[in-house]
């Protein structure tokens, strides 16, 4: 019974212990385009760029505090500003997700306390109406899918987390 009771212990404490590893408090990155995750613990886990990155933009951490993404930017054949044309989406010390458009994410957010993911992409110039989609992160499966204007207050909730 003793041994049992002390194992019982120790597994709970080390469950209390990993579950603040996990918790995100910054992203950044650093001046050769790797990103940081700093955790809660100290700890910090490094994510290599993705090829012809030159930054990232609209880092957001979830709601859960373990889920975090940012915007990967890319240079303008165009010559203006960077393109954002790479959604990475990281838990638990590794990427979930990477999700690229052949155009450019103009605002992304977590939905349903970072289970989801909504983002609104469209053209460089010239949008009439904004496309927008809701994944769910586990499968990386579209739920819905809406065009329309952002302005609109009758807009699916879930496009809420979402600008121009």
């Known amino acids: 019974m ?14 209390v212990a990993m579950s603040g590893q996990d918790t995100v408090l910054q992203v950044f990155a650093d001046p050769k385009n790797r ?16 090829p012809e990155q030159i930054g990232i933009d609209s880092i957001q951490i979830a709601e859960d505090g373990q889920t975090a993404g940012w915007l990967v930017l890319y240079e303008n054949p ?3 500003s960077p393109v954002a044309g790479t ?4 838990r ?9 458009v052949s155009q450019t994410f103009w605002s992304w957010g977590f939905y349903e306390r970072g289970e989801q993911v909504a983002y609104h992409v469209g053209p460089m110039h010239g949008e009439v109406l904004s496309h927008c989609e809701l994944h769910d992160l586990a499968r990386g499966r579209l739920v819905a ?3 329309g204007d ?12 979402l600008d121009h």
């Open 2 to 15: 003793y041994k049992l009771l002390t194992l019982l212990l120790l597994a709970a404490f080390v469950n």
């Open 150 to 161: 952002l302005e609109n207050t009758n807009r699916p909730p879930w496009t809420k987390v």
């Open 78 to 80: 165009d010559g203006g």
């Open 35 to 50: 990103t940081h995750v700093v955790h809660k613990n100290g700890t910090t886990s490094i994510v290599v760029g993705e």
């Open 87 to 90: 959604l990475i989406l990281w």
């Open 92 to 100: 638990g010390g590794k990427t979930i997700r990477r999700i690229q």
């Open 145 to 147: 899918s809406w065009d």
